[in-house]
């Protein structure tokens, strides 16, 4: 029988990714002139992303809240209002009650999305044969190949390469964080990135090019990190996907398991 993840558990992984998105935004942050307009504010538990530059939901989004949060909500609206963007809220279950629900309601937001948040004991791999696929480390002067595979393998187009390479670079030489490069006869066929904060890593993102898809890569990337992880120390590795994706079931095909599914929360326009 699956034994359930205990809520001890759940917030650990909450808060593993509510660290890597903050380092990340940091690590932005601290580009010479702060070019991407990275501005970041805790109230309560809960962590505010913004980016001028960069709109997307992922770098304006709340992290981390929790239901004694509910008196912060007003504080975290005028955040955004102030600077006129629009954001989403991320809610773990377990964490958050009626009365936050309720009242992010009757502030006009509703649940808009599902997103899962996976993990495993980097003990409990499933290993396989070798594939043959060859993974390595990246160097810094492999992120403009990094930032092809990022954007090419998410649908990006092809003039946010320069920033993407940038944004990531960044990342290089700090603390805890590896990029991963997967080949197919010589050439980037796929990417990963994990991040790693005391005796957890985070498998923060992963991509492939749709000509290289079908052939195992994102799995192997998954089995690299995670042993990588291992190495390191690390007792938990956790990661994010949609429900049902490749991504799900690949997760699921290397002995991954489901803490939850978050909802995505966002303000009818």
């Known amino acids: 029988m699956m034994q359930l993840p205990s809520e001890e558990l759940m917030v650990r992984i909450q808060q593993s990714e509510t660290d890597y998105m903050y380092d990340r935004m940091k690590a932005i942050e601290e580009r010479a002139g702060n070019p991407e307009g990275v501005e970041m504010a805790y109230f309560g538990h809960a962590l505010c992303l913004y980016s001028k530059t960069m709109p997307w939901p992922s770098f304006n989004t709340v992290k981390g809240i929790r239901s004694e949060d509910v008196v912060h909500l007003d504080a975290i609206l005028d955040f955004y209002k102030s600077r006129n963007r629009s954001f989403q809220f991320e809610l773990v279950p377990g964490m958050v009650n009626q009365e936050l629900l309720a009242e992010l309601a009757k502030r006009g937001f509703y649940q808009s999305g599902f997103h899962n948040s996976l993990?495993?004991?980097?003990?409990?791999?499933?290993?396989?044969?070798?594939?043959?696929?060859?993974?390595?480390?990246?160097?810094?002067?492999?992120?403009?190949?990094?930032?092809?595979?990022?954007?090419?393998?998410?649908?990006?187009?092809?003039?946010?390469?320069?920033?993407?390479?940038?944004?990531?670079?960044?990342?290089?030489?700090?603390?805890?964080?590896?990029?991963?490069?997967?080949?197919?006869?010589?050439?980037?066929?796929?990417?990963?990135?994990?991040?790693?904060?005391?005796?957890?890593?985070?498998?923060?993102?992963?991509?492939?090019?749709?000509?290289?898809?079908?052939?195992?890569?994102?799995?192997?990337l998954l089995r690299k990190r995670i042993r990588?992880?291992?190495?390191?120390?690390?007792?938990?590795?956790?990661?994010?996907?949609?429900?049902?994706?490749?991504?799900?079931?690949?997760?699921?095909?290397?002995?991954?398991?489901?803490?939850?599914?978050?909802?995505?929360?966002?303000?009818?326009?």
């Open 119 to 220: 993990y495993i004991n980097p003990q409990e791999l499933k290993e396989v044969p070798d594939t043959g696929i060859v993974i390595k480390t990246i160097d810094n002067d492999d992120f403009e190949d990094y930032a092809k595979v990022h954007c090419l393998g998410t649908g990006l187009p092809d003039q946010g390469i320069p920033s993407v390479a940038s944004n990531n670079r960044v990342l290089y030489s700090r603390p805890g964080w590896k990029f991963y490069m997967a080949y197919i006869k010589g050439q980037p066929a796929a990417a990963g990135v994990m991040h790693v904060n005391h005796s957890t890593a985070s498998l923060t993102f992963a991509a492939t090019l749709p000509e290289f898809r079908r052939q195992g890569l994102h799995q192997e």
């Open 228 to 269: 990588e992880a291992k190495l390191e120390g690390c007792n938990l590795v956790v990661s994010q996907c949609a429900f049902l994706s490749q991504s799900h079931r690949n997760m699921d095909a290397i002995g991954m398991k489901l803490a939850y599914v978050r909802t995505t929360w966002t303000e009818r326009q």
